[in-house]
């Protein structure tokens, strides 16, 4: 026994690359952050990757904090509360910092860590600190998970200062709050025009059902699934309202139309044709590359032959189709799977042939995940070197979203391709992969 037990270490002496190879892949994300340096991660992105920070390294970031002001201290101080170590808890409660300016960031990293002994401090500085302030602990409030810090975040919603109320009706619109749903319509009556535009995209994110003024105020590229959600969503569906967005100017308004009735199936090939006839001869053949994306959303094989064919312009109006495909609710917007395959392949020959803009290669990679995850990942793991832009940002967001282990090293070394300045996202959605 005693010489089989040498011969099992001679052999794994021998073969060398044994602890290189069980080495989990997440390790590959704390060399690259820690090669990366700190200098190049903003704030956001030093708390997205806190978690990643070794138990080892606790102590100096404290030491650090302590001997550092302003926006440096208060980054240090939050990286040790989300680094999730139960040492960091200790290494706090341990050393107290007696400098006023330290106590909200500190009190802060113990509430992220689940001690609530200085939840006075937070809550003086959401209720009686400058507008700055009061901003920036309603946006780190909204990043805990715990009850606590959510409940706290109701205080945020009377405050006088629109962003501050936007920073909290964000967070707890999600959780079904009725206050913050109000609060989000009320800054769409009063806002900026910027928190406008942002207030009713956050509604229409969570599903509620928007008003025709409040539908006004979305970005321009949600204006299609609007379409489709109203149609779809309607107690009595109205042909006569489609049929003129269909004949519409608008190429959202348009798409959106055509994806409604993909969505709602039975609409067969000649009848469709019927219905957009006079739009075609009006607006010429980027109508019929919008109709042959509504009967390949369909299934009907018709439209999956003719999408190769499309020319760029056929091509990016064809997938802005199945971007407003993708808006409506469960299932309508799903795809069977050999017809989601199909639009993967189809897609990756668009993006590589420079047919569609970084804009629509990253709306195609949204919705085709949202219509088949399966294709969506593959679309994503395909075009993660070669995108730029809004496609890299969609496909780092898909392989963060529903990737594994093996997606963790694809993203750290798409990452190491890429200048200092551009790692960053890759690798904080590698460390998302990381943390589920």
Wanted: proline share 6%.
């Amino acid at each position: 026994m005693r010489r089989a037990v040498h011969l099992g270490v001679g052999v794994l002496l021998a073969l060398g690359g044994v602890a290189r190879a069980a080495e989990h892949p997440c390790a590959g994300v704390d060399r690259a952050v820690a090669a990366l340096g700190e200098a190049q991660l903003d704030p956001e992105a030093r708390l997205a990757l806190a978690h990643l920070v070794p138990e080892g390294d606790l102590a100096g970031l404290l030491a650090g904090a302590a001997n550092k002001r302003g926006d440096a201290a208060q980054s240090d101080y939050l990286v040790l509360g989300f680094s999730r170590h139960a040492a960091a808890l200790k290494l706090l409660r341990a050393h107290p910092d007696p400098d006023p300016a330290h106590r909200l960031p500190r009190a802060l990293a113990l509430l992220a860590l689940g001690d609530a002994s200085e939840t006075g401090t937070v809550a003086r500085a959401l209720l009686e600190g400058a507008p700055p302030e009061r901003l920036r602990t309603a946006e780190v409030l909204g990043r805990m998970r715990q009850v606590r810090p959510r409940m706290m975040l109701y205080d945020a919603l009377v405050d006088p200062e629109p962003a501050v109320r936007a920073a909290a009706a964000r967070v707890l619109v999600g959780h079904g709050s009725r206050r913050a749903r109000r609060a989000l319509e009320a800054l769409i009556r009063d806002g900026t025009p910027a928190l406008q535009a942002a207030a009713a995209e956050v509604l229409f994110a969570h599903r509620v059902p928007l008003s025709a003024q409040e539908e006004a105020r979305l970005p321009p590229e949600l204006k299609g699934q609007a379409v489709v959600r109203g149609y779809l969503g309607a107690r009595r569906r109205d042909p006569r309202a489609l049929r003129l967005a269909l004949a519409s100017r608008d190429p959202q308004l348009r798409a959106g139309a055509m994806a409604a009735l993909a969505a709602a199936g039975g609409t067969s090939a000649p009848a469709l044709m019927r219905l957009t006839k006079a739009s075609e001869a009006s607006l010429g053949p980027v109508v019929a590359a919008e109709r042959v994306a509504a009967l390949a959303l369909e299934g009907e094989s018709i439209g999956l032959k003719a999408l190769p064919a499309l020319d760029p312009e056929g091509a990016r109006a064809a997938v802005e189709v199945f971007w407003a495909f993708s808006g409506a609710r469960a299932p309508y917007h799903r795809l069977e799977a050999d017809h989601a395959a199909a639009w993967a392949r189809v897609g990756a020959q668009w993006a590589a042939r420079g047919d569609l803009t970084p804009a629509h290669e990253g709306h195609l990679i949204r919705a085709l995940y949202r219509a088949d995850p399966g294709a969506g990942l593959t679309l994503a793991r395909d075009r993660l070197r070669a995108a730029a832009g809004p496609a890299r940002a969609a496909a780092v967001d898909v392989l963060a979203d529903g990737g594994d282990q093996a997606d963790v090293a694809r993203l750290v070394d798409a990452a190491q391709a890429l200048a200092p300045t551009e790692r960053v996202p890759l690798l904080v959605g590698a460390a998302r992969v990381c943390r589920r």
